[in-house]
């Protein structure tokens, strides 16, 4: 079972409309927790941390369940500059960080 | 301030030649990472640094690659006798500290195997 597992999607969402998306984790210890997007042959940028009581920037809404293992990203008000992969990040035993292979997202005008 | 940086942006070599890529992290971080990423792939672990020791090699795919990193800073990922299943994209990222911190990326070097 890999570590961090998220749906490749891709989610096509209209522009405005609000999408979620969820990233499982298999580490029950895990402690630190992010979202990353990575854009079209660009390098993958940090799009925030995610805390224990949720946290919110912007129109991005991040959300962690420790007793399901899982962490959510929601968007509200999609733009179109929204469509990108994003990435689910999760810390092993070791601190190491682990990337899950990416949740597509496509906004369409 | 700068972000991380690394050189060359694209590179394009012929089977069997070897190839030096370089990365410069942020100044101040002592944890330095390696990955590579082939065409709509997740990204792959090769390696990471913590100053200037690589306590964790258990990504490299083989012998002809290889890592340094001196001074705490710069890393070079060296890649010897290219195939072409080599061909991807090289990040690297670096972090304040190992555990647990969010990593920052450079833009990559696109390696192209002929």
């Known amino acids: 079972r890999k570590e961090v597992e998220q749906d490749p999607g891709p989610f096509n969402v209209p522009e405005g409309a609000t999408v979620a998306f969820n990233c499982t984790y298999s580490n029950s210890a895990s402690q630190s927790f992010f979202w990353y997007r990575q854009d079209c042959r660009k390098e993958p940028k940090l799009l925030m941390s995610v805390y224990s009581s949720g946290n919110e920037d912007g129109r991005f809404t991040a959300q962690l369940n420790r007793a399901s293992q899982y962490i959510s990203l929601l968007i509200r008000d999609s733009k179109l500059s929204d469509s990108a992969t994003y990435l689910c990040v999760v810390n092993d035993s070791w601190g190491k960080l682990q990337f899950g292979a990416g949740t597509q997202v496509v906004v369409t005008p | ?114």
Not at chain 2, 6 to 31: M, W, Y
Not at chain 2, 63 to 79: H, K, N, Q, W, Y
Not at chain 2, 92 to 100: F, V
């Open chain 2, 1 to 114: 301030g700068a972000g991380v940086s690394q050189s060359p942006s694209n590179k394009v070599t012929e089977k069997g030649k070897d190839v030096e890529l370089r990365c410069d992290p942020i100044s101040g971080h002592t944890a330095l990472y390696w990955y590579r990423q082939s065409l709509g792939q997740g990204l792959e672990f090769l390696i990471y640094f913590q100053g200037n020791s690589a306590p964790d090699k258990s990504g490299l795919p083989s012998d002809r690659f290889s890592a340094e990193r001196t001074g705490g800073s710069v890393s070079t990922l060296t890649i010897q006798r290219t195939q072409q299943e080599d061909s991807a994209v090289y990040l690297c990222a670096s972090s304040l500290l190992y555990q647990n911190h969010e990593q920052y990326f450079g833009p990559g070097t696109r390696l192209t195997v002929t």
